[in-house]
């Protein structure tokens, strides 16, 4: 059951796109100045040695997802700025061994002159325990070892009411897709100013359209839709052929932001019998 560990897929093209949404939304953010609250759901490990095994496995995913990125940073679009600024901060030497997961990003964006909070929970007791001592000295940011769908929602509203609560399972099991939607509910209702961004795997499942038709459905006028897949639909088997996600209450400015790297993501991503990007906004 808790046989997943983030650290085999750090970096990979699904983290590749899901982190540069939640970093340009956060830097979207910090354009005013106002404080906001970030709620990190299913939030791993915090930072990833790429170089270092594990297990005695060495992670692999990353070299066709970030290893790419990092090659080719200085053809990217002006979009990705943000993002590649964080990557050159935590890989200051100019070689690519440490890749910053979603806290590492939330945290990074953080200003000293507001008080920003970051909130994590995460059930591995050992990715848990690596979270908790990144943070332990840092006033700004809880990690909670609990279950995220039960303990994220328990902390909601928080002070400030304005913020991200960024949604990304490991969908191992089937339920997961099943958590999603009344986890949605519930953040909603208890703090219906959140910017909501629910990340999912491009999978044979019959599970992901549903989960994406219904997310797409709790505020059908004000969503962004955004989807990349690297390689085709595998004709056979479960293989991830990509990921996408769905962003509710996006920030001002998100989707132009994508609009303009994602064709370029998907260029230096994806195989040339993968679909086309989308990247999809309905506003009010
Ligand atoms: C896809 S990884 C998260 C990666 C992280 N958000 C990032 O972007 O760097 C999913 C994480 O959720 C954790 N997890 C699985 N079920 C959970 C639950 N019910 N509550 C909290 N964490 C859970 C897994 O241990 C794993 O670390």
Redesign the pocket.
């Known amino acids: 059951m808790?046989a997943?560990?983030?650290a085999f897929?750090?970096g990979n093209p699904g983290?590749l796109l899901?982190?540069w949404v939640l970093s340009e939304a956060l830097a979207l953010l910090n354009q005013k100045k106002k404080p906001w609250c970030a709620f990190?759901?299913?939030?791993?490990?915090?930072v990833y040695a790429l170089t270092q095994r594990i297990g005695g496995r060495l992670p692999e995913e990353w070299r066709d997802g970030v290893g790419r990125f990092w090659a080719a940073q200085a053809e990217a679009p002006a979009a990705f700025a943000t993002f590649r600024s964080i990557l050159n901060a935590f890989n200051p030497d100019g070689t690519m061994t440490v890749y910053p997961?979603?806290?590492a990003i939330a945290r990074f964006l953080m200003r000293a002159d507001l008080p920003d909070r970051l909130y994590c929970?995460?059930?591995?007791p050992t990715?848990g325990e690596a979270l908790r001592q990144l943070f332990a000295r840092d006033p700004r940011v809880s990690v909670t070892l609990?279950?995220?769908?039960q303990a994220a929602v328990k902390r909601m509203p928080p002070p400030v009411r304005r913020g991200i609560v960024?949604v990304?399972?490991?969908y191992?099991g089937a339920k997961?897709y099943g958590a999603v939607m009344p986890f949605v509910r519930e953040v909603r209702r208890r703090f219906p100013q959140a910017v909501v961004m629910v990340w999912y795997p491009l999978l044979k499942r019959y599970e992901v359209p549903i989960l994406v038709r219904r997310l797409r459905n709790v505020l059908p006028e004000d969503h962004l839709w955004v989807e990349l897949a690297v390689t085709a639909p595998p004709k056979s088997g479960w293989g991830m052929y990509g990921s996408g996600l769905v962003v509710l209450q996006p920030p001002y400015g998100l989707h132009e932001r994508l609009q303009e790297g994602l064709t370029w993501l998907h260029g230096l991503l994806a195989q040339p019998n993968a679909p086309e990007p989308r990247v999809e906004s309905r506003t009010r």
């Open positions: 808790l997943y560990r983030h897929h750090a983290d899901k982190h990190d759901t299913h939030a791993g490990a915090g997961g979603s806290p929970f995460e059930r591995h990715d609990a279950d995220g769908w960024f990304d399972p490991s191992e997961d």
